[in-house]
């Protein structure tokens, strides 16, 4: 079995993982042989630049806890690429996930179609949900949302946009309104779409669905965050909800969310209050503001600027008053300049890990940003976390999700072998 799994992990990565090929042709043909799982499917579809990830993960476990067969695709993932395909919270297994990639490449080979390693796994995850019948699936599309792979569907239950801001520029346009009209491309014609009203890209996204005759849903702001007795709490409409994610920034993405759950339950969709707190409690998503009390530890994938902003006014939230030790690495893709300029301050102790990675940043170029910091290998890193046991001071593993996968594969204690599979991080 593993090495069937090995085996169709080095077919994926031989397709050049950070080569991206945005468009809808090879998607849909190879889909096509395959009879169109997509069409099977009752989709949430959601695109955005920050917090996407988390929407995400917070509607399928609330289905799932309602009682629905919950399919889940995301990425990128932190150890196992498994990790991106999950029906109720459960990864594909390994033997299935082999199969999959092994009899899609095989197709595509026999009929000429090049497909890239994220639409590869797009078709993978449609036909996996669509044979095991699932009620509904959760979709997080790549890059972008009008040519990424997942957007291979005719209609959908509800379209979703989070936050917009800056990211991937080379791709997507230099200004928000070329961003968003990316985004809204997963606007569907006559199925609706849920934005706020405080996204930046509104207004773009606001006409696009009218030219493709969908309604647009917006959410009240109805939703408050407090920390009460090293608790997290979410306040929605007089009912009080404890909250297992950390960040300031999941208040706007708790309002799409349980508008979200207004519109299904509007549509059909049974899912009680019983079934809304037990999701919000139980919520598990490595990696995004997941703090490890043992270690004094945080880990949260911050890598374009505006989530480096909310980031550092979350730290300011939850933990004022302790300094602040920073592992940090980047891919040369993103505007890392600017994200170390907002998340590191005078007094922060600074180290940089130089994950062996395509396209990642040396410690040489990121040290020209910040005089006072420092390269950090492996054997030092597992040091320091075990050194800081007494919990002096906040240490913050930020950057690239691929650092910290890199990180994380690499280290020695079981314990952190199995860290972003913890099920509790508060």
Same mark, same amino acid.
């Given at each position: 079995?593993?090495?069937?799994?090995?085996?169709?992990?080095? #077919?994926?990565?031989?397709?050049?993982?950070?080569?991206?090929?945005?468009?809808?042709?090879?998607?849909?043909?190879?889909?096509?042989?395959?009879?169109?799982?997509?069409?099977?499917?009752?989709?949430?579809?959601?695109?955005?630049?920050?917090?996407?990830?988390?929407?995400?993960?917070?509607?399928?476990?609330?289905?799932?806890?309602?009682?629905?067969?919950?399919?889940?695709?995301?990425?990128?993932?932190?150890?196992?690429?498994?990790?991106?395909?999950?029906?109720?919270?459960?990864?594909?297994?390994?033997?299935?996930?082999?199969?999959?990639?092994?009899?899609?490449?095989?197709?595509?080979?026999?009929?000429?179609?090049?497909?890239?390693?994220?639409? #590869? !796994?797009?078709?993978?995850?449609?036909?996996?949900?669509?044979?095991?019948?699932?009620?509904?699936?959760?979709?997080?599309?790549?890059?972008?949302?009008? !040519?990424?792979?997942?957007?291979?569907?005719?209609?959908?239950?509800?379209?979703?946009?989070?936050?917009?801001?800056?990211?991937?520029?080379?791709?997507?346009?230099?200004?928000?309104?070329?961003?968003?009209?990316?985004?809204?491309?997963?606007?569907?014609?006559?199925?609706?779409?849920?934005?706020?009203?405080?996204?930046?890209?509104?207004?773009?996204?606001?006409?696009?669905?009218?030219?493709? $005759?969908?309604?647009?849903?917006?959410?009240?702001?109805?939703?408050?965050?407090?920390?009460?007795?090293?608790?997290?709490?979410?306040?929605?409409?007089?009912?009080?909800?404890?909250?297992? #994610?950390?960040?300031?920034?999941?208040?706007?993405?708790?309002?799409?969310?349980?508008?979200?759950?207004?519109?299904?339950?509007?549509?059909?969709?049974?899912?009680?209050?019983?079934?809304?707190?037990?999701? #919000?409690?139980?919520?598990?998503?490595?990696?995004?503001?997941?703090?490890?009390?043992?270690?004094?530890?945080?880990?949260?994938?911050?890598?374009?600027?505006?989530?480096?902003?909310?980031?550092?006014?979350?730290?300011?939230?939850?933990?004022?008053?302790?300094?602040?030790?920073?592992?940090?690495?980047?891919?040369?893709?993103?505007?890392?300049?600017?994200?170390?300029?907002?998340?590191?301050?005078?007094?922060?102790?600074?180290?940089?890990?130089?994950?062996?990675?395509?396209?990642?940043?040396?410690?040489?170029?990121?040290?020209?940003?910040?005089?006072?910091?420092?390269?950090?290998?492996?054997?030092?890193?597992?040091?320091?976390?075990?050194?800081?046991?007494?919990?002096?001071?906040?240490?913050?593993?930020?950057?690239?999700?691929?650092?910290?996968?890199?990180?994380?594969?690499?280290?020695?204690?079981?314990?952190?072998?199995?860290?972003?599979?913890?099920? $509790?991080?508060?």
């Amino acid at each position: 079995m593993e090495n069937n799994y090995q085996k169709a992990i080095n #077919l994926i990565t031989s397709r050049e993982k950070f080569h991206i090929c945005l468009g809808l042709d090879r998607i849909l043909k190879i889909l096509e042989i395959l009879g169109n799982p997509q069409k099977n499917l009752k989709i949430i579809h959601v695109a955005g630049t920050n917090g996407k990830g988390s929407v995400c993960a917070i509607l399928s476990k609330v289905l799932s806890c309602a009682g629905y067969k919950t399919g889940l695709y995301t990425s990128p993932h932190i150890l196992e690429y498994t990790e991106r395909i999950k029906i109720n919270q459960t990864d594909i297994s390994k033997i299935d996930f082999a199969d999959l990639i092994f009899e899609i490449s095989d197709i595509a080979q026999k009929n000429n179609i090049y497909l890239t390693e994220f639409e #590869l !796994l797009t078709a993978a995850a449609y036909k996996y949900f669509s044979d095991k019948q699932t009620d509904i699936c959760v979709i997080e599309t790549g890059l972008g949302g009008r !040519l990424d792979a997942t957007s291979a569907i005719s209609e959908n239950v509800l379209s979703i946009i989070t936050s917009i801001s800056f990211d991937h520029v080379d791709r997507l346009g230099d200004t928000i309104e070329k961003i968003a009209f990316e985004k809204a491309g997963i606007i569907k014609n006559g199925c609706p779409v849920l934005v706020s009203k405080k996204n930046k890209g509104f207004e773009t996204i606001l006409k696009t669905a009218k030219e493709k $005759n969908s309604n647009i849903l917006v959410p009240e702001n109805y939703v408050d965050l407090r920390f009460e007795n090293n608790r997290n709490y979410a306040f929605y409409k007089n009912e009080k909800y404890e909250f297992n #994610l950390l960040g300031l920034w999941q208040k706007e993405n708790l309002e799409l969310v349980f508008r979200c759950i207004e519109y299904l339950k509007n549509s059909g969709y049974e899912i009680s209050k019983e079934a809304v707190k037990k999701a #919000l409690k139980t919520i598990f998503w490595p990696c995004r503001m997941q703090y490890i009390e043992k270690y004094n530890l945080l880990i949260d994938g911050t890598h374009n600027p505006d989530g480096a902003r909310v980031l550092k006014d979350s730290l300011d939230y939850y933990f004022p008053n302790q300094k602040r030790v920073w592992i940090y690495g980047s891919l040369k893709t993103k505007n890392y300049k600017k994200v170390m300029e907002t998340l590191f301050s005078k007094d922060d102790e600074v180290y940089f890990y130089d994950f062996k990675y395509p396209n990642s940043v040396n410690f040489q170029d990121l040290q020209k940003i910040i005089a006072k910091s420092y390269p950090i290998n492996q054997k030092e890193l597992e040091y320091l976390l075990e050194e800081n046991k007494n919990k002096q001071n906040l240490v913050v593993i930020s950057g690239s999700f691929y650092m910290i996968g890199s990180i994380f594969s690499q280290m020695s204690s079981d314990f952190f072998k199995n860290i972003a599979r913890l099920d $509790n991080i508060l």
